[in-house]
């Protein structure tokens, strides 16, 4: 079981300990409920059911697989009313030119940012955990 979740934000940058998950992933609006058994996570909206499913899975439904993504997990179990984690990664993200979407679950927060640039972006936050773009 997780610990007990970090409000503060200076705690939650400095322990976000972010992880390159293994995988391509793509976001995905699908109208076959039946494939969010495989899917990394879904949101309704009013557009209809968005999905984050694996690429190969989203490939062989013949989705756009256009924009391949990468996980990055925060391990951090962030509170969900905690201020600041969800800026402070954006923000470095953002200004070294990285696009970034970003999940928030029950546990930890979830990064997917383009496959070109994962690496890149995982070495920005672990430079933000240690302090280095503070």
Do not use: K, Y
């Not at 409920?33 to 879904?42: D, K, N, Q, R």
């Amino acid at each position: 079981m997780p610990g007990a979740p970090v409000r503060d934000a200076a705690l939650m940058v400095a322990g976000m300990a972010p992880t390159l998950e293994p995988g391509r992933v793509v976001f995905a609006t699908v109208d076959r409920p039946e494939l969010i058994a495989g899917a990394v996570a879904t949101m309704w909206e009013p557009e209809g059911l968005s999905a984050i499913l694996p690429l190969e899975i989203a490939a062989a439904e013949g989705l756009s697989v256009d924009l391949p993504l990468r996980q990055i997990t925060l391990r951090i179990v962030s509170a969900l009313d905690g201020v600041g984690l969800t800026a402070a990664v954006s923000g470095a993200l953002a200004a070294a030119g990285i696009a970034c979407n970003v999940v928030a679950a029950h546990h930890h927060d979830h990064l997917f940012v383009p496959e070109r640039d994962a690496e890149r972006a995982l070495a920005i936050l672990q430079d933000l955990a240690a302090g280095g773009a503070g």
